[in-house]
């Protein structure tokens, strides 16, 4: 059974730091190209930041400078790293695993920054 389980989540005030983690199982994690993505409130989900198994990153012009994806092949897990965080970075963030033939989710965790 597959299972992405992120974790990391809260509350935050700006200018603030959080550093999410998702640690994945029943997938052989080399295969996949690993991301976060966010939802905020009426929005659609997007993708922030995105790490191959080459260590390969991408990211979002908003993040860019802010955010840090790693991810660690021997536990099976990816983390983001979140710096100077605004307010517009509020959303709900998930784990993702793609592949060419797969595409896997988790739960998600929220992200609130505030004062």
């Known amino acids: 059974q597959v299972q992405l389980v992120e974790s990391g989540g809260g509350l935050v005030q700006p200018g603030g730091s959080l550093r999410l983690s998702c640690a994945t199982s029943?997938?052989?994690?080399?295969?996949?190209?690993m991301g976060w993505f966010r939802q905020a409130p009426g929005e659609r989900r997007r993708l922030v930041a995105s790490?191959?198994?080459?260590?390969?990153?991408f990211y979002e012009d908003s993040v860019n400078g802010r955010f840090t994806i790693s991810r660690d092949s021997a536990k099976g897990s990816v983390f983001l790293q979140m710096n100077n965080l605004k307010p517009e970075d509020t959303a709900v963030y998930y784990c993702?695993?793609?592949?060419?033939?797969?595409?896997?989710w988790g739960q998600g965790t929220q992200v609130t920054v505030s004062s």
């Open positions: 790490i191959t198994s080459g260590g390969s990153t």
């Open positions: 993702n695993a793609y592949s060419l033939s797969n595409d896997f």
């Open positions: 029943g997938i052989t994690f080399s295969l996949y190209r």
